[in-house]
């Protein structure tokens, strides 16, 4: 399959990047060139084979479902961009 | 007496311990080299302040007759992308400049509390993306090894770039790296130095800026193969805010160092000696099987199936990942953010644009596209069973053999100015032969094997099985005796 600039557009704001015009078509070249090499994955078979998300042979450990941080609204805003009265500030979401 | 900043990590132990030195004058020795080689631009930000500070305080100690650790005292630098408490923490990354961290990763936290000296923040590739480090925000570095018949800088490999630059132009003691694809072990060739990744889970990935969570673990990259027991024994260990990290016990890797490999069986797998690898590294890939057989081991032929599916594999798992780590970067709680009076969601694309560079921006578009509707099942889920293949490639091979010998790099080091130009995917094919072991999540290790006929480094890579550090130790221990490797960089030779 083939990405085309229109492509490269929506995935550019499914991942929050803007993405100047002049540059979707170099993009998508690019794009289209990593993706042709990593279809040579197709030529596996897989058949039968259950996907990993992880190799790691560890059983996720429990723990007690006790608050053991938090509670430093000052730390956690040390490096905001911009905070006001304790909360991080954004743009207006709500009209 | 040796110069202070010839000394390994083990010698600097033993020295401290004896007095013949104090830890101020040592870091004092590598403030003074890290001024002297600035122009390699290892460090992205130093910190003497707070080095000082902190050896000051291990010499107090030890003058008490209190020794936190092997490593109290030792100067060490720390890669850019773990958090360290208060010095800014950039990834290498313009979205990150000023980013000052309001806690300590484990694994520096850890080094700190044995008593290390952070010497400053070395350079890498942007959020670790990259084997030349040529994709930092605050510029290149530069090897300080010089080809014998070219003047051109050579990329010191990636994106643990600035760490293997630090340790070979000896501005550090050792440094701390992170491999994903073969971040620790590719730089480590290039530069002539040892450099291990560790199993996955043995060291806690937490304070580390991620990349591919799955596959991203810390490691030393030091002088030496003691070197690197010591500094892994001071890193590694379970973490209950890890949830990958492993609860298993941990060795005194340094006692794995015995010498002695008689009867052990070392794999060497046909496929990574593809037609048309070239012939420098079949040779020296060849004395180190003939290092290893003289020392008493046993060589035995394997096969690794599913190899030349790693890459390809990896390229779109490891996106995949980062484009959901990347998310957080969002201009609200911290770092750069670009705001020109328009909506949140226009915040977030003008504030992404312009803080991730090229090569971030094209892997977190390849990983939303593997990961978006219709193409989920066709490109991540085939990945993922393709790595499953290549983990039973290796859990099958640790049936028979102790240790897999291989080659790290298909080359030696190329020039910056010729990374610049190379297209993605030339670029990705520097780590043909690490990124398999990233995959299965075992353990590997690239020491110096030799020179190139360019008097370039050349490193070997040996793989574990899963948390058996200590035989990759053991048997890297006796090659490194066997190779003798003595270069010093062109650099310290006061070459060109």
């Known amino acids: ?95 | 007496m040796t110069e202070l900043t010839n000394l390994t990590l083990a010698e600097a132990r033993d020295g401290l311990a004896k007095g013949e030195y104090t830890s101020v004058e040592l870091t004092e020795a590598f403030l003074g080299a890290m001024e002297a080689r600035k122009d390699l631009n290892a460090f992205i930000v130093t910190c003497p302040d707070v080095a000082l500070e902190r050896a000051k305080a291990s010499d107090a100690r030890r003058a008490k007759g209190e020794v936190l650790g092997p490593m109290d005292g030792a100067p060490v630098a720390i890669k850019d992308l773990f958090c360290t408490e208060g010095v800014q923490t950039t990834a290498a990354s313009k979205i990150l400049e000023g980013f000052k961290p309001q806690y300590e990763s484990t694994v520096s936290g850890k080094l700190r509390d044995g008593g290390a000296v952070m010497l400053g923040k070395t350079n890498l590739d942007e959020f670790a993306m990259g084997s030349a480090n040529i994709t930092s925000a605050y510029g290149n570095v530069t090897s300080p090894w010089v080809a014998e018949d070219d003047p051109e800088k050579l990329v010191p490999g990636g994106s643990s770039g600035g760490s293997a630059a630090a340790v070979s132009a000896r501005m550090c003691l050792a440094a701390t790296g992170t491999d994903t694809g073969g971040s620790i072990r590719q730089p480590a060739a290039f530069t002539g130095i040892v450099g291990l990744k560790p199993t996955y889970g043995r060291c806690s990935r937490w304070g580390i800026v991620a990349f591919a969570s799955s596959l991203d673990q810390a490691g030393p990259m030091t002088h030496t193969v003691r070197d690197a027991a010591i500094m892994l024994g001071q890193m590694a260990g379970f973490d209950p805010k890890d949830s990958t990290s492993a609860k298993v016990d941990l060795p005194d890797f340094e006692k794995a160092l015995t010498g002695d490999i008689r009867g052990l069986k070392v794999g060497i797998p046909k496929e990574y000696r593809p037609d048309g690898l070239d012939s420098e590294i079949a040779a020296l890939w060849d004395q180190g099987i003939a290092w290893l057989k003289d020392a008493g081991a046993e060589i035995v032929d394997i096969s690794l199936p599913h190899t030349d599916k790693a890459l390809a594999t990896y390229y779109i798992v490891a996106p995949a990942e980062a484009s959901s780590n990347l998310a957080r970067y969002d201009g609200v709680r911290y770092g750069l953010r670009v705001e020109e009076g328009g909506n949140l969601d226009e915040m977030y694309m003008k504030t992404r644009a312009k803080g991730f560079g090229k090569e971030v921006k094209r892997r977190i578009l390849i990983g939303t596209y593997v990961l978006s509707a219709g193409y989920y099942d066709a490109y991540y889920l085939k990945a993922q069973k393709v790595r499953a293949l290549i983990a039973n490639d290796f859990a099958e091979a640790f049936k028979t053999v102790d240790v897999i010998l291989t080659p790290t790099a298909p080359s030696d080091a190329f020039p910056i100015a010729g990374g610049n130009k190379v297209d993605p995917i030339t670029m990705y094919l520097n780590d043909v032969f690490t990124v398999p072991a990233s995959l299965a999540g075992v353990p590997a290790m690239s020491l110096p094997g030799g020179l190139s006929q360019k008097g370039l480094p050349l490193g070997l890579q040996l793989i574990g099985r899963p948390f058996d550090e200590e035989t990759i130790l053991r048997a890297a221990g006796v090659m490194e005796a066997a190779a003798e490797f003595t270069a010093v960089p062109t650099l310290l030779r006061g070459g060109k």
């Open chain 1, 1 to 95: 399959m083939s990405l085309d600039k229109a492509t490269v557009r929506k995935i550019g704001f499914l991942a929050r990047l803007e993405i100047p015009e002049e540059d979707l078509e170099g993009l998508a070249h690019e794009l289209n060139g990593i993706l042709g090499w990593v279809e040579q994955l197709a030529q596996v078979d897989t058949e039968g084979v259950a996907p990993v998300a992880s190799v790691s042979q560890m059983k996720l450990f429990w723990r007690d479902d006790v608050v053991t941080d938090g509670n430093m609204p000052e730390k956690a805003l040390a490096n905001a961009p911009e905070a006001v009265d304790g909360y991080f500030l954004v743009p207006k979401v709500v009209e």
